[in-house]
């Protein structure tokens, strides 16, 4: 059924290929009783295929990676059976998903908007045309689910517009300079190993630290942390171990101690690398008072909950924390559940608010909404911080960077703690 459901949407999308989906925002009767919290979706706002916009009303253009070009033949047959679904298209469609929800609610709160979607994979003749077109020269505000390349092109493209791209996923700057008109919503690495640094002062600024990397690995994390330290007044008391990728405990030993509370840090994004590492420590670890890893950003993939991760209290930081107990998190979840027999994954949620946040800010901000990131309204499951960055050599404007992180601690698979 789920599959099914997801066929189905996903060949409406199809439709019209890399010609725009639009969802017209037309607004419904205010509620009488006054409020003002975003409207619980229901079910998804279908989006319905035109090539119409209203000039009246601003336009935002949504990018992400659906592949409609290799799961649909050029006559638009489907290419698999009614019962498969391709896996590389599930994080895109997800979070067009999560953009209906931020149409069904901005259209119960009476916000005028027409809202595109786009498939980011889709072949570059017909993503260069729709560049040139005229239609597209009309978009308010770009916002994408992107890899790197794709994120300069549009970048690049939202500087000749002079509107502001939304990079909603990608944790980089891609080598993006002197661009003001991009914002990063993911942090970069930097300024997680920046907030680490932060995290282990605050929490543990008179205790040894041993800091395991992995051999061979870059020293980005590393110099990232030297170069933060050159300039705080509370330097740690850091110690740097180096691992083969197959390590054994035996060369954890000489640094972890059988009497008292270890803290470590993992600095390293190799998974696999982390998961060995937490499962050793947890090996050494005492029960009553457990040892202590802090690790890196990607760690939100691992399954904690397995016995061998056991006896361990791990933190890792993280740009996006969807609380359980939120009233509308919780509708999210229910609508998934009852509708596509499943749970939704972060991306839904990225798309629900990013779409929900900017498009209330752009209909109050309009052409200056790139000069007003740093407004908190509209904030459905968690917070930005957007803070421009600043190019050190030449003194001007790279582009803008959420700063905003939570430090997730779970202990035995379970969220004990959220910083």
């Known amino acids: 059924m789920t599959k099914k459901w997801f066929v189905l949407l996903f060949s409406c999308l199809a439709m019209a290929w890399v010609a725009p989906v639009v969802a017209q925002i037309t607004p419904t009767p205010p509620p009488t009783t006054g409020q003002t919290q975003p409207a619980q979706p229901l079910q998804p706002v ?27 033949d050029i006559t638009g047959n489907y290419r698999y059976d009614a019962k498969t679904f391709p896996k590389q298209s599930s994080p895109g469609l997800e979070f067009w998903e999560g953009a209906e929800l931020a149409i069904d609610s901005l259209q119960k709160e009476g916000i005028k908007l027409d809202i595109h979607v786009y498939d980011i994979k889709a072949p570059q003749p017909q993503m260069d045309s729709l560049f040139a077109s005229e239609e597209f020269k009309e978009m308010d505000l770009i916002i994408g689910q992107v890899t790197a390349n794709e994120a300069v092109k549009l970048a690049s493209v939202a500087a000749t517009l002079d509107i502001p791209f939304i990079n909603a996923n990608y944790p980089n700057d891609a080598g993006i300079q002197n661009n003001p008109h991009y914002v990063i919503l993911s942090p970069t690495l930097l300024t997680h190993c920046i907030g680490i640094y932060r995290f282990l002062q605050k929490n543990y600024s008179l205790s040894d630290i041993i800091v395991f990397k992995k051999k061979g690995d870059d020293d980005r994390v590393k110099n990232y942390f030297t170069e933060f330290e050159k300039t705080t007044a509370v330097k740690l008391k850091m110690k740097y171990v180096t691992l083969d990728a197959n390590f054994t405990q035996d060369k954890l030993q000489p640094y972890i101690s059988s009497e008292n509370k270890n803290i470590c840090l993992a600095a390293s994004l190799d998974v696999n690398f982390a998961q060995t590492l937490c499962q050793q420590l947890a090996l050494m670890s005492n029960a009553s008072d457990p040892n202590v890893v802090i690790g890196m950003p990607n760690w939100d993939v691992i399954d904690f909950e397995k016995s061998q991760f056991k006896n361990l209290e791990i933190v890792y930081s993280t740009p996006f924390y969807v609380n359980p107990t939120n009233k509308l998190a919780t509708t999210v979840l229910e609508n998934f559940k009852n509708t596509y027999y499943s749970r939704p994954s972060d991306m839904v949620f990225r798309g629900f608010e990013s779409l929900y946040h900017f498009g209330h800010l752009l209909t109050i901000y309009g052409k200056n909404l790139g000069s007003s990131m740093s407004d908190k309204k509209y904030m459905l499951f968690g917070e930005f911080d957007i803070q421009p ?14 700063k905003k992180l939570y430090f997730v601690k779970k202990v035995d698979g379970v969220v004990k703690t959220v910083y």
């Open 389 to 402: 960055v600043i190019n050190r050599a030449t003194m001007t404007l790279d582009y803008f960077e959420n």
């Open 46 to 72: 279908p989006a319905t295929v035109t090539p119409q916009t209203d000039s009246g009303r601003q336009q935002i253009a949504i990018f992400t990676p659906l592949f409609l070009d290799s799961a649909f």
